[in-house]
């Protein structure tokens, strides 16, 4: 059958039409998904992220079906992943749209489950019931993407929205009894409550009710959780050289700002990532010119080494303890390396990244076990690198095995006029909250920062542009945080909601009776002896 002219341009203009909206409403979700990132420094809009999801949300909700839901959740999730490693695009340039976009699958589920809880166009407004499960259900949905991309070999826990409060006290408050987990679960808990109060009018008692009682138990965390009771005091002197081109000249800027301590009673001197470029076992000139400067100072020198090892084949990244006499025989190897960065995940399938961006020529070897350190005046602290800081386990691991302070080693000097050395700052405040133990955070080029048992910073952070070296009066802590003694209890909460979600909305489909056959209509007594009826 021949279609007429006239239908067929309708049909065309149509399609054309629906061909935009579709266009339109993926760039629209990517923008949405990546809102969130303007609460993370250098922003650090701390603030917006209890509405930055609304958006997002909104726009899933509107989804046609489960299915445009899924795809929403994907585009956002890549935007989002976009936006937070942005100042990764020198690097790998082309290859951080596939990353994020890989990443980003891990929200389709999450977008699924929007659309289940808050409904969609032919669905209506949620009910309180399925509302106040939504306040539920879709935080603990996200805290499970949180924590399946927060697996080292899918970049770390980089950008955990919690981590965006870092500077907020009442949220460094809740970190210290479930980590930066429960953090997170708050933040899209008031994102989730926000976006009910919009569109649904008689959700909003139950809402209201929920957003009060989660007011109060974070009142009663602040009231009745355990602080780290205040026992003494050590002095942290920080050496961030700045930018220099070659290894020589970095370490004879170290060498001159640590020598410029002298005299000022300090305890541990930190350098930062890759601050020494050559094995200190191969070269006994360095190692005797660092010991030199242990003595002047009258204190131990925590350096980092970037090389090739004398003794085991490879190269490692690894933070070694000076003393008077040389190195003490206290080393860490950094275990937890930065995919692509230090070491390219299945090289032989995806070595070709090495040609777009600046991957790993070579892979770096990982360490075997943390390591906690020891200093002659008895104080112990536990060493990580860079990328460790990031992972909330491994400072909780070092204070269980006797940390008093934690000591982060880092370098940003490839992303010095990004948004990436604020970022790393910021981590150090919530590793500090959630142990209960100080934190120092300490750079080649910047951002260097310490933060109090409590989380709350001390003294300033020394910038990009400073080079510098900065002693800190740092305040010690005894007792346990929540989080140390129980560790990752809220992922583990999270995972009960979302089985029970499942239970529930299987059994529910399952009991749900099937739709009946249609009734033919009774025939009359002309139709069942054939004849027509007039």
Same mark, same amino acid.
């Given at each position: 059958?021949? /279609?007429?002219?006239? &239908? ?55 989804? @046609?079906?489960? @299915? @445009? ?22 690097? &790998? ?8 976009? &890989? ?10 489950? /929007? ?107 602040? *009231? ?5 009771? $205040?026992?003494?005091?050590? $002095?942290? *002197? ?82 070694? &303890? ?213």
């Amino acid at each position: 059958m021949r /279609v007429p002219v006239g &239908l067929r341009h309708t049909l065309t203009g149509l399609r054309h039409r629906l061909m935009v909206s579709r266009w339109w409403r993926g760039a629209a979700a990517l923008l949405a998904g990546a809102l969130p990132a303007l609460a993370f420094p250098a922003p650090a809009l701390w603030w917006f992220a209890y509405i930055a999801l609304v958006p997002w949300l909104l726009l899933i909700r509107s989804a @046609r079906d489960g @299915r @445009r839901a899924a795809l929403d959740g994907w585009l956002g999730g890549t935007g989002f992943m976009l936006a937070v490693h942005h100042w990764l695009m020198p690097s &790998l340039t082309v290859f951080i749209v596939v990353l994020a976009a &890989l990443l980003g699958l891990l929200w389709a589920p999450w977008g699924a489950l /929007v659309r289940s809880t808050l409904g969609g166009p032919g669905a209506g407004r949620p009910s309180p019931q399925r509302a106040s499960a939504a306040l539920v259900v879709l935080p603990a949905g996200w805290l499970m993407v949180e924590l399946v991309r927060s697996w080292q070999g899918l970049g770390g826990p980089w950008g955990l929205l919690g981590s965006s409060q870092w500077q907020v006290v009442p949220a460094l408050r809740l970190a210290s009894v479930g980590g930066v987990w429960l953090v997170s679960l708050f933040v899209v808990a008031a994102n989730v409550a926000v976006t009910v109060l919009l569109v649904s009018r008689p959700a909003r008692t139950p809402v209201l009710a929920a957003v009060l009682a989660g007011a109060v138990a974070a009142g009663a965390v602040w *009231a009745w959780a355990p602080r780290p009771e $205040r026992a003494g005091r050590v $002095r942290v *002197a920080v050496v961030q050289p700045g930018m220099y081109e070659g290894g020589d000249a970095r370490f004879a800027r170290s060498e001159a700002l640590t020598r410029s301590l002298a005299g000022r009673d300090v305890d541990l001197v930190v350098w930062g990532e890759s601050s020494v470029g050559s094995d200190l076992t191969a070269r006994p000139d360095l190692a005797a010119r660092i010991a030199a400067l242990s003595r002047a100072v009258g204190a131990d020198v925590l350096v980092n080494v970037d090389a090739r090892r004398a003794d085991r084949p490879g190269i490692f990244k690894s933070s070694v &303890l000076v003393g008077p006499d040389g190195p003490t025989g206290q080393r860490y190897d950094k275990m937890r390396l930065v995919p692509f960065g230090e070491y390219i995940p299945a090289r032989s399938l995806l070595g070709w990244a090495t040609s777009v961006g600046k991957a790993a020529g070579e892979d770096r070897r990982r360490g075997s076990a943390p390591v906690v350190m020891t200093l002659p005046d008895g104080l112990r602290f536990g060493p990580v690198i860079c990328f460790e800081s990031a992972f909330p386990d491994m400072s909780r691991h070092l204070v269980r095995e006797g940390a008093r302070l934690i000591v982060a080693q880092s370098s940003t000097s490839s992303f010095q006029h990004s948004w990436a050395p604020a970022q790393h700052a910021s981590l150090a405040a919530l590793r500090a909250a959630e142990t209960g133990r100080p934190a120092v955070h300490a750079t080649l080029t910047g951002i260097s920062a310490v933060y109090g048992p409590d989380g709350e910073r001390i003294g300033h952070w020394l910038g990009t542009g400073r080079s510098t070296a900065e002693v800190y009066d740092v305040p010690l802590a005894d007792g346990t945080t929540l989080y140390v003694r129980f560790g990752d209890w809220a992922v583990y909460a999270a995972l009960l909601v979302l089985a029970a979600y499942c239970a529930f909305t299987g059994r529910r489909s399952l009991r749900r009776p099937a739709p009946e056959p249609p009734v033919p209509p009774a025939r009359t007594a002309h139709e069942s002896r054939g004849r027509p009826v007039h």
